[in-house]
């Protein structure tokens, strides 16, 4: 399989890099110093593209590699690959579910934790010497807190089993209400949103979900509501949210995620009521070597005409 | 009651201090420091109650020198702070805070676990800082799945066992005697405990036996991938111990809410990033604050009406 043509589009994982060097002929296009030249010469070898979260397989992409075969994603997110154009032209789509489930939802949790009870504040404090002039403050209490999630899935669902075990009552919105699920279940995230105290963004991000957390959303959510985001960052209009924290409408925030990442609204930085994570939902060695191995899975199982072990298209 | 004397031992929640000062007649004992031999002398034949805490309770001095002493009301479930043994001599009456705040504690056991393991303040920081636009964070260390021991299965340690069976930990304990209800694993030697579990915590009460009931032993079993949390007291741990440890890479990290010195952790733990380091705030929300509060003044108000305390310990 060493002639085969596997475009890496950004560095993801060295270990994946490593791995797929050895079976593949590994091109990394964020090495290539003139893109569209470097495609003139090997667009006839590349076979498949290995993306993640920040940069997939988009129209543009696909049309110039008329060998393409399959792209297989370093993430379970797939707003980064244009699954219309890849199903109109045959071409395979794999993606990391299950393996990073468990991380993801910790962090949700991590989350709720460290902004209710100011845990990295808290922190900087000791640390700062400050302690000794006071007491910190007090806080908030989790246990017991209403969680709304938006999306049940995967993920949705091993938030909610988590959040569970600290006596939070659960209700959720998505696309169609799951009657065998005990969770209640809201129609509207604005209703959801006004009936928790902590909301949870754990849904796919796509046309019908961009910007889902909006002005209304935030509004009912509340001076003393929580937004924790580990979806995506264009599933909350970025600046209603920067201008409700700033203006304390809205309670506090853990966001792993961001419209332009790793661009972060600096207005955010003076804030006491957030924690601000550089997209690591997922960012564990014991998880980014089961992805890594998924996409080696999935590329070897393409190539020897075996089943995809995690297909999306 | 309005003339009952009560002595409030240090400054500890104004909602407390105020619900006391209108029910009885309240002396803090700050405002005497200066002047603290004066006070004795006036007041101390008065003083029929003493609210204590974590940090100033009712030693053996302090009870030898109120004569007409009936009851000390902790703010607070630990009780290392107040001399039991003279309590009991004397007849006085203890009461503390128990199941209000386990709650509070147990989730703080599990949030400092996750921001050690996760690194979630060191990347919060990473942000703020501006140092993303420069590469991405490295990676850490997964939560799930990860046994998690504890030492003390008592309110507290159980309440962490439930949260972290949620996340799939295989839990396991060290008690001074092993409980009868219940599938965990037990471990009768703290050392076992540690060798045989990745995460660490301290969960029991503060006494002679559990004093530094951590120390090098249990470090060195614990491990340069093991990781220790303590949201107990500072006196469980050998710090020195665990500093020298943790420096050296001995211990892979640790979430600490408690030390030998408060307010001074120590100042090498500082520049770390494998620690997580909070300011004894393991029952400190608003909620829990004012529920424990609640429960000091409902045990003396039983007390003085002669009624049965609600939270006795003695």
């Not at chain 1, 006071?134 to 959040?163: E, P, Q, S, W």
């Not at chain 1, 849904?203 to 009912?220: F, K, M, Q």
């Not at chain 2, 408690?258 to 100042?267: C, G, K, R, S, Y």
């Amino acid at each position: 399989m060493e002639s085969i043509g596997v475009l890496m589009v950004c560095p993801m994982n060295s270990y994946l890099e490593h791995e797929l060097e050895k079976r593949f002929n590994l091109f990394r296009f964020w090495t290539v110093p003139e893109k569209s030249a470097f495609l003139a010469t090997n667009k006839n070898s590349i076979r498949a593209v290995v993306g993640n979260s920040s940069a997939g397989a988009d129209a543009e992409l696909i049309e110039v590699l008329p060998k393409l075969e399959i792209v297989a994603s370093f993430s379970v997110g797939l707003d980064k690959i244009d699954l219309a154009k890849c199903k109109e032209k045959g071409i395979r789509v794999t993606n990391t579910p299950d393996v990073l489930t468990d991380d993801v939802a910790d962090l949700a949790i991590g989350l709720m934790l460290a902004v209710l009870r100011k845990l990295c504040e808290s922190d900087r404090y000791v640390r700062s010497g400050k302690w000794k002039k006071g007491d910190y403050r007090l806080t908030t209490k989790f246990t017991g807190k209403k969680v709304g999630i938006i999306g049940l899935g995967r993920i949705g669902m091993a938030v909610a089993k988590r959040a569970e075990a600290f006596s939070c009552p659960i209700s959720y919105y998505s696309r169609t209400e799951k009657p065998e699920i005990k969770y209640k279940y809201y129609p509207g995230v604005v209703e959801l949103a006004a009936n928790c105290d902590i909301l949870v963004v754990a849904c796919s991000l796509t046309e019908e979900t961009l910007h889902i957390i909006n002005r209304e959303v935030i509004d009912a959510l509340g001076p003393k509501g929580v937004l924790i985001n580990v979806g995506r960052g264009p599933h909350v209009d970025e600046p209603e949210l920067v201008s409700a924290l700033v203006e304390r409408r809205l309670g506090g925030a853990g966001l792993d995620v961001f419209e332009h990442e790793p661009e972060v609204p600096e207005e955010l930085f003076g804030l006491d009521n957030l924690v601000l994570l550089p997209h690591v939902g997922s960012g564990t060695v014991e998880t980014r070597q089961a992805m890594a191995d998924l996409v080696i899975g999935n590329l070897e199982a393409h190539f020897l005409n075996k089943p995809l072990l995690t297909p999306v298209v | 009651m309005n003339n009952t004397c009560v002595l409030v031992t240090c400054p500890m929640f104004t909602y407390l201090e105020q619900e006391l000062e209108t029910r009885f007649n309240l002396f803090k004992l700050w405002d005497h420091s200066s002047s603290k031999a004066e006070f004795f002398n006036n007041y101390s034949s008065s003083i029929k109650a003493v609210v204590g805490n974590t940090k100033v309770g009712a030693d053996a001095k302090l009870i030898d020198s109120l004569p007409n002493l009936e009851i000390v009301a902790s703010y607070s479930v630990g009780l290392d702070k107040i001399d039991l043994d003279k309590c009991k001599q004397r007849g006085i009456k203890v009461t503390n805070t128990p199941d209000v705040l386990t709650d509070d504690v147990a989730d703080l056991a599990i949030g400092l676990a996750l921001a050690v393991l996760r690194k979630v303040c060191v990347c919060d920081q990473f942000v703020r800082s501006g140092n993303w636009i420069n590469g991405d964070f490295g990676l850490a260390t997964k939560f799930s799945g990860k046994s998690v021991g504890i030492v003390g299965l008592g309110r507290i340690g159980s309440a962490i066992a439930k949260r972290a069976e949620a996340f799939q930990c295989p839990i396991s304990y060290h008690s001074r005697s092993k409980k009868p209800n219940t599938n965990y694993k037990y471990y009768l030697n703290i050392v076992d405990l540690a060798a045989n579990c990745e995460i660490l915590v301290v969960a029991c009460a503060l006494t002679e036996e559990t004093h530094h009931i951590v120390n090098r032993k249990v470090i060195d079993a614990l491990g340069p991938k093991g990781f220790l949390i303590n949201i107990a007291r500072g006196a469980h741990v050998d710090e020195p111990e665990l500093v020298s440890a943790l420096l050296e890479g001995r211990l892979g990290g640790a979430g600490l809410d408690v030390f030998e010195n408060e307010p001074e952790p120590p100042e090498q733990l500082f520049a770390l990033d494998n620690v997580v380091l909070v300011p004894h705030v393991g029952s400190d929300t608003g909620e829990t604050s004012k529920a424990m509060a609640d429960l000091v003044i409902s045990n003396l108000e039983a007390h003085f009406k002669g009624k049965p305390l609600l939270t006795p310990v003695i």
